[in-house]
């Protein structure tokens, strides 16, 4: 059972638009600690989506956004794309554990 | 660009140590991030194993708390991975990872399977 908890899956069509939520807890998220999002491809280092709750590092496209609220964040993808079928995973820093988290991941599956 | 590459055995049987080392490159070991272990079982999500700063200063996560070691070696500029009594259930992909505060794991390994079995 993760610390932090995301839907298994999540499906839209081509150019839909999708929402992974990752709900925390008074020791994590709602802490006030940054959440995180990476995207693993199958045979493929991780890679970091957004920092910080709402942050895009450079070269990751401006249809990934992120956002919180309370002890839960989203990462919203718009303009869905065959491309964007992964797995992604949320992470935040736990102060009861004294360290880091992450969900359990949630399958995207591009109709 | 920082670049990071782990090494080390691709097996381990049951009860051993596994030992993984990440060499560091394209930046200095002793800059302001931590270095850390993540690892994805099959099937798995990930898993934060622990880090380590250049002061040697070390975090590790609780429930590998009692079998985990990670150590830095500066003038190599890498980290080490050291996890005893190993049993299948650990059985996984190792990443070594670069933490910088206030933005997560901004460089990734590529992971190198290790496999428990006798």
């Known amino acids: 059972q993760s610390v932090l908890t995301q839907p298994p899956s999540v499906s839209g069509a081509p150019g839909q638009r999708v929402t992974i939520s990752c709900t925390g807890s008074s020791s994590n998220i709602g802490a006030d600690y940054g959440v995180h999002w990476y995207q693993l491809l199958p045979g493929t280092a991780p890679r970091l989506l957004i920092y910080g709750n709402t942050n895009r590092p450079s070269g990751v496209p401006d249809r990934f956004s992120g956002s919180k609220s309370g002890a839960s964040a989203s990462l919203a993808i718009t303009g869905l794309q065959a491309e964007d079928e992964a797995d992604y995973y949320c992470q935040s820093y736990d102060s009861r554990l004294s360290g880091w988290v992450f969900g359990g991941g949630t399958k995207l599956t591009v109709l | 660009q920082v670049q990071l590459q782990e090494s080390g055995p691709g097996l381990v049987k049951p009860s051993g140590t596994l030992s993984l080392t990440c060499a560091v490159s394209?930046?200095?070991?002793?800059?302001?991030?931590?270095w850390s272990w993540v690892r994805q079982a099959p099937g798995k999500g990930l898993e934060w194993i622990g880090e380590?700063?250049?002061?040697?200063?070390?975090n590790y996560n609780p429930s590998l708390k009692n079998r985990v070691t990670i150590s830095i070696d500066k003038s190599k500029n890498l980290f080490s991975l050291k996890l005893n009594s190993v049993t299948a259930a650990d059985t996984a992909i190792y990443y070594c990872?670069?933490?910088?505060?206030?933005?997560?794991?901004?460089?990734w390994g590529q992971g190198t399977l290790v496999t428990v079995s006798s």
């Open positions: 394209g930046g200095s070991i002793s800059s302001s991030n931590w």
């Open positions: 990872a670069s933490i910088a505060v206030g933005v997560g794991i901004d460089y």
């Open positions: 380590i700063y250049h002061s040697g200063s070390t």
